[in-house]
């Protein structure tokens, strides 16, 4: 089976895929991405070998009758394999490797924004234990959908509702804040501001954000793409510093929706960056009103998180 079914209370999609567990056999089995053809000998993209989305999906499995809906899968996943090794990262490949992604990331968000019934690309990747081991590969993936996902169209909704009492971009104001505080920053360049947001829901949370209003990765020069790159690196490799070990971390980039219209001028490009543990050995427990309520509660005050990070980001 694999739909796509609204909630009508909180007008929010979920996505159902069959997607079959892990079975020890398979770990013996040759790797699927090892005879990849790669661009330029080090990235390829993929359709995901299990897609929840798909340009063509086969009809819904059941029919829907009021307050529910339900469509097909409609839509696109797939996986940005960044080199042929085994048990890279992000960070071990390289500024000029993760440059070389940013830009194929550019271009997935082009091509697939070009596709009628595609409202937004979402570029992220899960580095570490949540990263599974079916897919040993360094990797990141774009999955696009027909609406904005939750998450983006809040901070979307939540930055108009800024402009229009201000007539300010509330994301610029948040990066002339952080210049001008510092205790927050961990590192910057010329075109990008890494820093441990004020309210950070989690330990050592790291938002990177253009310095201008840039609204995508298309957006972006290839000047400032390098900067993007480099400033990442510097940012995953105190990470692994931090503990002497390395963090596991989920990245996911928010920018404009690829049918952009009435969103552009609210869209400022950054990159998200949450550990999900509380430290490199430590896991970190589901807390009850995270889960039933959307409210986080951190243990680390983000200026000391800033303060360690830029203690090993050099």
């Known amino acids: 089976m694999r739909e796509r079914r609204l909630d009508p209370t909180t007008r929010a999609w979920t996505t159902f895929a069959n997607i079959p567990p892990d079975r020890p056999e398979e770990a013996v089995q ?34 829907a009758e009021p307050p ?46 070009r596709r009628p019934e595609i409202g937004y690309a979402l570029v992220h990747a899960t580095v570490g234990d949540e990263a599974g081991a079916t ?25 108009r509702a800024q402009l229009e009492a201000t007539g300010r ?35 050592y949370e790291v938002h990177v954000i253009a310095q201008r209003h840039a609204g995508s990765l298309v957006d972006l020069t290839d000047v400032e793409r390098t900067a993007l790159a480099r400033l990442l690196h510097a940012v995953l490799r105190a990470y692994d ?35 999900p543990h509380r430290s490199a050995s430590e896991v970190r427990r589901p807390y009850a009103p995270e889960l039933v309520g959307g409210i986080h509660v951190n243990a680390s005050v983000p200026e000391r998180s800033a303060e360690q990070l830029r203690a090993v980001v050099g």
């Open 241 to 275: 510093g931090l503990f002497g070990q390395p963090l596991p971390y989920v990245l996911a980039i928010h920018q404009a929706p690829t049918d952009d219209g009435q969103w552009q001028s609210v869209s400022h490009f950054h990159v998200e960056l949450t550990p």
């Open 68 to 113: 529910y809906e339900v469509a097909a899968a409609r839509g696109a996943s797939e996986l940005v394999v960044h080199a042929r090794e085994h048990d890279e990262t992000l960070r071990t490949l390289g500024p000029e490797r993760l440059e070389q992604a940013i830009h194929v990331w550019a271009d997935r968000y082009a091509e697939l924004g």
């Open 135 to 159: 897919l040993a590969h360094p990797h990141s993936r774009v999955d696009a959908y027909p609406e904005i996902p939750p998450v983006p169209l809040r901070e979307l909704e939540t930055a």
């Open 169 to 203: 971009c509330v994301f610029c104001d948040v990066v002339t804040a952080e210049r001008r505080d510092g205790r927050r920053v961990v590192a910057a360049n010329d075109s990008f501001l890494a820093f441990v947001p004020f309210a950070a829901r989690l330990p």
């Open 30 to 63: 040759p790797c699927a991405l090892c005879s990849l053809p790669q661009a330029g000998g080090s990235i390829a993209v993929v359709e995901d070998l299990l897609p929840m989305l798909e340009a063509s999906p086969p009809p819904a499995s059941t029919g």
